[in-house]
């Protein structure tokens, strides 16, 4: 019988799920956008899984993303890793000896450095939106266009414009004024491309040596006029993976294969777990002055997890009925 693992990385913007063979395959992969309910997404992405290829043996699980430590308690993983380790394991499955790894998403972006299959430096920017792809997404509304043409018509340009791109308002400021000096939209997307890379190159990647080869991912990387602006500015190619979107889910799958080697089963508690009724509730414990705020998960009035208070008093209890609690 065939092996599988799974991956899971769980973003503000999306949640990747995707499923992987012994041969690192990826045999079904699952993007759905997150709409700031993550227990929803992962039961979504599992019940479509098991929808599309049926009962399989899995034989790991591994989850990564800003919602990690709460889709491991959900799913039962068995390795959790930040999202960094995770880009890097899964370039190193496509390119081994990539040495540069550019990740945009929707509301994020960071550069990690490799060298020798080694993480030997990284960076991530959570402020500007300048460096991200919902900047794209808001521009593109603006210009009356949609985001998946974006790159094409960047492509077109045979005369782009230069548009200030150290700042998200400043960016759209100028791209109003450059409309209405009569520029034609693909040089002025043309100029929206490049204004990300620069920003991204003088904020994230600052100061980081880039070196070839270099592989670009992250649901921006589907964009082809910002990996042409890259390839510009960095004078030198830059490749961009089969599944650049769900890469961080790709990671932590292989990541999950690597733990389990030495263990004899997998935490994994089945795709049923989309079928479960999960509640979130949180409340504020007066017991010290630190008056942390405890975050708790249910499952049909039993709590399953905890987190969030300093001292590890509710941390270490589990399945304790609700009605201890109300």
Known sequence: MKEYYLGVDVGSVSTNIVIMDENNNVV???????????????????????????EIEVKGVGTTGSGRYLASILIGADIVKNEITAHAVAALNYIPDVK???????????????????????????????GTGSFLDRQAARLGIDIKEFGELALKSNNPVRIAGRCAVFAESDMIHKQQLGHNQEDIINGLCEALVRNYLSNVGKGKEIL???????????????????????????????????????????????????????????????????????????????????????????????????????????????????
């Open 100 to 130: 540069t790894i550019l990740e945009i998403g929707g509301q994020d972006s960071k550069i990690i450095i490799l060298r020798d299959g080694i993480v030997t430096d990284f960076a991530m920017n959570t402020v500007c939106a300048a």
């Open 28 to 54: 079904v992969k699952k993007y759905i956008r997150t709409k700031g309910k993550p227990i929803k997404a992962i039961q979504f992405g599992l019940k479509e899984i098991k929808e599309e290829i049926g």
């Open 212 to 326: 070839a080869p270099v592989i670009f991912q992250g649901g921006v990387a589907a964009n082809v006029g910002i990996k042409r602006a890259f390839e510009k500015a960095l004078d030198m190619e830059v490749y961009v993976p089969e599944h650049y979107d769900v890469m961080g889910a790709i990671g932590s799958a292989i990541l999950a294969r690597n733990e389990v080697k030495s263990k004899e089963s997998s935490k994994f508690k089945g795709f049923e777990v989309a079928d479960i009724d999960y509640k979130v509730k949180g409340f504020e414990c007066n017991d010290c002055a630190n008056m942390c705020e405890v975050i708790q998960i249910l499952a049909e009035d039993k709590v399953i997890a905890r987190w969030g208070d300093k001292c590890g008093k509710w941390t270490n209890l589990s399945d304790i009925n609700l009605q201890r609690l109300a």
